[in-house]
């Protein structure tokens, strides 16, 4: 991921529409970026069409992939979904670099450069784990590798069942110990996550965040997705998760929440108080029957929107993106609840961000990572965000630049 070399976008964002744009990038990075160069220059690759930064996928279980079709009939909610999805969670090293190589390669060919993966299975220790970062850079995606710490059955301190027992490391200095082995490369990030209030105790979360905290590394958690989590929690602490993570400290800038679906106002005055990032995962809350969270508000109280694809029911970061938006109007009666451009740096510079990535905007200085989406027999018009993230999917995607390398080209 430390390319060089000259692209030729006919058509670029750059915080603003540019046409004839000479993208000229040194290892790995954008070096100049140069509006309404014309002809284009003999040593440069012509992109036609629109050309974008690359686009972030903030929360992935690549595991999950197999489930796509498999669990759409029978009925359930989300715990019988959950039930199901245990079944899925077994694997040998070997099986599941394959298996991720062609997740992500799935990614990488919607036009997604950089992943986060919410990693909780431990059954062979780090195994796993290594499996996912070697199919990432077989593969050429960038990806943050977000070690999950997962201790208990529930808020009211029940004991692992089976599968579960597989994911914990037994407790939370083991958990460190283990993350500890884990190593950064090329293209690869380590994160850390608490897996939910309910698998994780308190005096573990503070754990968990101290040890991401002093090391720079990005923080995630699964937050309110479900009310029977909430209800767990209140009934057990006297307070929401919000409210509970508060209380240890863990609600920081560097932490993402993922989903924050079912919060009380006071959960968004603390989320947003704290500036805490927010992942939205549309296709997979719509698939599980989740209900939609207050993005609009939580962006308004200091909340950066991100987004993932979670499950991996539906891998195309536009989708996630007019998902976001359009979920809340069918919840809310009201339309334009964020603007194109907000719902594409969502997808882009705010995800990166989350994913702790230097990427996100064709500028210079920052990843080289950019994606160009061309619709077959279109005619040609001038390129919008509103017609990108509306009227585009990542089957538009023809050519993709990770770190100044093409890894896609159609």
């Known amino acids: 991921m430390n390319g060089t070399g000259r692209w030729h976008a006919e058509q670029a964002w750059l915080g603003h529409r540019a046409e004839n744009v000479l993208l000229e990038v040194a290892s790995g990075r954008i070096t100049t970026i140069t509006e309404g160069v014309t002809p284009v220059p003999h040593d440069a690759v012509a992109l036609k069409g629109w050309t974008v930064p690359g686009f972030a996928n903030v929360h992935s279980h690549a595991f999950q992939r197999l489930l796509r079709g498999e669990v759409e009939s029978g009925g359930g909610d989300f715990w019988e979904w959950r ?10 090293p070997a099986d ?3 298996h991720a190589r062609l997740v992500f390669r799935e990614m990488l060919e919607a036009g997604i450069t950089a992943v986060g993966e919410f990693h909780y299975l431990h059954s062979h220790g780090n195994e796993l784990g290594v499996a996912l970062i070697d199919a990432a850079r077989e593969e050429g995606i960038r990806i943050t590798l977000i070690d999950a710490c997962y201790l208990r059955g529930g808020l009211d301190g029940r004991p692992l069942d089976d599968v579960q027992k597989t994911f914990s490391d037994g407790n939370a200095d083991r958990w460190v110990r283990r993350v500890d082995e884990l190593k950064e490369a090329d293209g690869v990030r380590i ?8 698998a994780v105790d308190p005096e573990s979360m503070r754990i968990v965040f101290t040890y991401a905290k002093e090391r720079g590394m990005p923080l995630h958690i699964h937050l309110g997705e479900q009310p029977a989590e909430v209800e767990e929690c209140v009934a057990a602490e006297g307070r929401t998760p919000t409210e509970l993570l508060d209380r240890e ?13 079912h919060l009380s106002e006071r959960d968004i005055d603390l989320l947003g108080a704290y500036n805490v990032q927010v992942c939205a995962c549309s296709t997979t809350e719509r ?10 508000a939580l962006a308004d109280h200091g909340c950066h929107l991100s987004l993932g694809s979670d499950s991996n029911a539906v891998i195309d970061m536009l989708e996630e993106a007019r998902g976001l938006e359009l979920d809340q109007r069918r919840a809310t009666g ?7 451009e907000e719902l594409l740096k969502a997808a882009t510079r705010d995800g990166m961000i989350a994913l702790g990535w230097d990427g996100g905007e064709l500028t210079p200085g920052m990843l080289a990572d950019f994606v160009t989406l061309e619709q077959p027999r279109g005619l040609w018009r001038e390129m919008s965000p509103s017609y990108l993230v509306y009227g585009f999917s990542g089957r538009d995607v023809t050519n993709v630049v990770v770190g100044g390398e093409t890894v896609v080209s159609k």
């Open 249 to 261: 400290g863990v609600l920081d800038p560097d932490l993402t929440a993922v989903h924050a679906i």
């Open 287 to 296: 698939d599980l029957g989740d209900r939609v969270g207050p993005m609009r």
């Open 334 to 340: 009201r339309r334009v609840l964020h603007q194109p």
């Open 83 to 92: 039930e199901r999805m245990y079944r899925y969670a077994d694997w040998e």
């Open 96 to 98: 599941y670099f394959n």
């Open 191 to 198: 994160g850390a996550a608490i897996h939910s209030v309910r």
